[in-house]
């Protein structure tokens, strides 16, 4: 698609994208709540899907999600089972048995969805770059999938992983670079077209690779090296199976794209999202209060939207 796309407005260039119209999404749920259905006392985002659709995870500030409550205010990770709606909070993750001695430096953490590997961000000590290190949970020790060089003021980051573990993309965040690390064959491959670029997110079975630029998004099939833009607007995240996008427009609304149909998802307000296997489910955040009934905390929620 040319980029003279851009000129286009968001709704016509959503119809030149897909050529259908909206559909009005079937079922949304709030995720960000106790198990009883006790809504957040405060904001929650950051939702992420699991492949299947059944575990949200997100991040929360709230108080009253777990029947122990918190003793140290702050922002915690949480896991909710869409099936038994427990939820779950997530203690101590970069846990020393993990990190070993990267503890204190680690971040931005990926895990792959075999949960065998984990990528993160390696600062180490301030005159060294910021690399990528991949941690092998059965064959340990951590390595550096990242090639960076030795300018401290060339960062690596936002590393996103292929289901396996085998693929790692990240970007340099000094040049806009975005590479794909193959850690069977040891390559390092250039997969952005020249812009400055993001990463987005790696397709679960490691073939579609989405990235963000300053003009729009852009999806490259790392098999065939097939490249579509999407000028103007962003894409938010891919399905594992790397054939359905989630697409965020200029109001903020989310779109399920596949093929020639598109559908909304999320009004105006929309942020994060995270697509399961062949589309059955998105999980995003909004501080929107009309999306379910019953919401009145006024503060950002995660919800998950679900095909029928």
Not at 11 to 20: D, I, K, P, S
Not at 52 to 62: E, I, K
Not at 89 to 114: C, F, H, R
């Amino acid at each position: 698609m040319s980029r003279a796309a851009a000129c286009l407005s968001d709704a016509a260039l959503l119809v030149a994208l897909t050529g259908t119209t909206a559909s009005a999404a079937p079922h949304v749920d709030r995720v960000s709540t106790a198990a009883d259905g006790t809504q957040g006392d405060k904001a929650s985002s950051a939702a992420v899907t699991t492949p299947n659709g059944r575990f949200v995870a997100f991040r929360s500030s709230a108080t009253d999600l777990v029947p122990e409550g918190i003793t140290h205010p702050g922002t915690y990770s949480y896991v909710r089972d869409l099936r038994t709606g427990q939820v779950t909070k997530l203690e101590n993750t970069l846990s020393t048995g993990v990190w070993g001695d990267a503890q204190d430096s680690a971040g931005s953490p990926e895990i792959s969805a075999n949960g065998r590997h984990i990528a993160y961000q390696w600062s180490g000590r301030p005159q060294f770059p910021t690399r990528i290190d991949l941690y092998d949970r059965v064959t340990g020790p951590p390595e550096t999938v990242s090639a960076g060089p030795a300018d401290s003021t060339r960062d690596m980051g936002n590393p996103s992983l292929s289901g396996d573990g085998r693929l790692v993309a990240y970007q340099d965040n000094g040049t806009g670079d975005v590479w794909v690390a193959d850690r069977v064959t040891g390559t390092q491959t250039e997969v952005d077209d020249g812009t400055r670029s993001t990463v987005v997110q790696l397709s679960v079975n490691g073939r579609v690779l989405v990235m963000d630029s300053v003009d729009g998004s852009s999806v490259r099939d790392l098999r065939t090296d097939r490249v579509r833009y999407f000028p103007g607007v962003q894409l938010r995240a891919v399905s594992p199976d790397g054939r359905r996008l989630l697409l965020q427009d200029g109001q903020s609304n989310l779109w399920l794209l596949h093929g020639g149909h598109r559908e909304l998802v999320g009004n105006g307000g929309a942020v994060d999202g995270s697509v399961s296997d062949r589309g059955r489910s998105v999980g995003y955040s909004t501080a929107g209060a009309d999306v379910v009934p019953g919401d009145t905390n006024g503060v950002h929620d995660v919800f998950q939207w679900r095909s029928r």
